[in-house]
């Protein structure tokens, strides 16, 4: 008799009366890991995630390099040029940079494919709009897709200017302390990086909090640390990238 | 009190719907929000008219049953049910907006009453434990530590209202899934489907086609029970950690 209660896995034991007439089941194939979290709306997440905490330290690396220009010329041309032999003799010259670049190529595409596709299926699950709606959630949290779409283009503008140097007029290969300040010494450079770093900073804010929820260690007790965390660390992130246009424009870097 | 409402009325599920104006008269502050309703309904009988369709039952705030969005918010202005929100909480000559919860997984079947079957898919998918039937265990024969058990039983209030849904600007059934699988994920007795049972709620749940979490914490404010924002969090951790595990290898 004790055999009898073993369930047989390829044909599941009849859990009582159904209202819907289950399509029978596919031979039990299974699905991959990647496959199977890419699917679910929490695993992608759980990609968007990831990917924008990989871009995020990038953006800690960068910023705190971007301050190297308040020591003057020297030390920060110096300091763009190590950024090209990092890693030599073992790595080719501007092999760690490119290494670099394509991770964040990587993370860029899958974060931006995944809130794409979250954001159409959330769309759809509310098909009619209420008569009267509740305004609640942060000016932060309500931006997060269409903010996410102008850094984009920031980032687009941003390589033009200041690494392939096609947009900016007065710029010299080699000399990335000139170019930096050719570009804030124009009013419209000025303008859209301080409003793309704004953009940031209100991204980070609810994004790096939400990424900690979406990766699962929110609890009740730490959220109000969480959150405090998350601001402080989107204004150092935003205010430490804006200071450099402010000290161009002040005289302070030229 | 002398009250405006504007009440989405509609006729059937396939029926075009519209916001339609009532004036009603003689509310009483004590009255709740039902009830107030019920003296509408009575008034529309007695004109000749259809009667405002609405979902209720006990009407003491723990069956879940009834549920409305009233001026945007799911279940009005207090933290409760619809039967437990009074009238003192408006003021005379205010006007009133009373919507059904708006989501493509809780189809409109009449007015304010939508079909929430979808839930009930979510838990035949998972939100069970396997038991040996017979006579009732001795209490301490599973020792639950006493912080456990205060997670599940704050996560067992869930009454299935649908009000989570109802306020997420994705229509996100996520806080209902997630007090689901915390309240048996954390204890003994739901151990042996702690895998299966997240990955099979959140598939069912997705299937359904309710959007996905953006963390906007509206489903936690409108929760007349309190399930906190953070379980959400809870079920994606173990989602994570089932994944990686490859729980549902013994699923079913």
């Known amino acids: 008799m004790a055999l009898a209660t073993r369930t047989d896995p390829e044909r599941p034991a009849q859990k009582g009366p159904r209202q819907r007439p289950e399509p029978p089941r596919k031979p039990a194939r299974r699905p991959s890991l990647i496959g199977s979290v890419w699917r679910s709306t929490v695993g992608k997440k759980a990609v968007m995630a990831v990917t924008g905490l990989v871009m995020l330290a990038y953006l800690a690396a960068h910023m705190f390099g971007n301050l190297k220009i308040f020591f003057g010329p020297g030390e920060f041309n110096h300091y763009a040029h190590w950024l090209r032999v990092i890693g030599e003799p073992a790595l080719h010259y501007e092999w760690f940079l490119w290494l670099v670049r394509v991770a964040l190529v990587a993370s860029v595409v899958l974060h931006g494919v995944a809130a794409y596709q979250l954001s159409r299926r959330d769309l759809a699950a509310r098909p009619r709009k209420y008569a009267r709606r509740r305004q609640g959630a942060s000016y932060a949290t309500r931006t997060m897709r269409w903010g996410g779409v102008i850094l984009g283009l920031f980032v687009v503008w941003h390589i033009l200017d200041l690494t392939t140097l096609t947009v900016n007029e007065r710029a010299e290969p080699g000399h990335p302390y000139q170019n930096v300040v050719a570009t804030f010494s124009t009013w419209y450079g000025n303008t859209i990086y301080i409003v793309a770093m704004l953009a940031l900073g209100a991204h980070i804010r609810h994004g790096l909090w939400s990424a900690i929820q979406t990766l699962g260690a929110g609890r009740p007790h730490r959220d109000r640390a969480l959150k405090i965390a998350s601001t402080a660390v989107a204004v150092v992130l935003a205010g430490g990238f804006i200071s450099v246009p402010i000290g161009v424009m002040t005289g302070v870097v030229s | ?252």
């Open chain 2, 1 to 252: 009190m002398r009250l405006t409402l504007r009440i989405w009325r509609q006729r059937g599920p396939e029926q075009p719907g519209a916001m339609t104006a009532y004036e009603i008269d003689g509310i009483s502050p004590e009255m709740s929000f039902l009830e107030m309703l019920d003296t509408l309904n009575e008034e529309l009988i007695l004109r000749g008219e259809e009667p405002v369709a609405f979902d209720h039952d006990c009407r003491e705030g723990i069956c879940g049953a009834c549920g409305m969005v009233i001026n945007g918010q799911a279940h009005g202005p207090e933290r409760t049910t619809t039967c437990q929100l009074h009238m003192r909480h408006f003021s005379d000559g205010d006007t009133i907006d009373v919507e059904p919860w708006r989501a493509a997984a809780f189809p409109v079947v009449k007015d304010l009453v939508v079909d929430r079957s979808a839930f009930d898919r979510i838990i035949g998918s998972g939100g069970f434990i396997s038991a040996p039937t017979g006579s009732a265990p001795d209490a301490h024969a599973t020792p639950v530590p006493k912080p456990v058990a205060d997670t599940a039983f704050e996560h067992a209030e869930c009454i299935g209202c649908g009000a989570c849904v109802a306020a997420c600007p994705n229509g996100s059934a996520m806080l209902f899934t997630s007090a689901k699988v915390v309240h048996l994920n954390v204890l003994p007795q739901g151990q042996p489907e702690r895998e299966s049972r997240v990955l099979d709620m959140v598939g069912a749940m997705d299937e359904e086609g309710f959007g996905g979490c953006t963390n906007t914490g509206e489903c936690a404010v409108a929760c007349p029970k309190g399930i906190p924002l953070q379980s959400i969090s809870m079920m994606n951790r173990e989602f994570l950690r089932a994944s990686v595990k490859g729980g549902g290898r013994n699923r079913g």
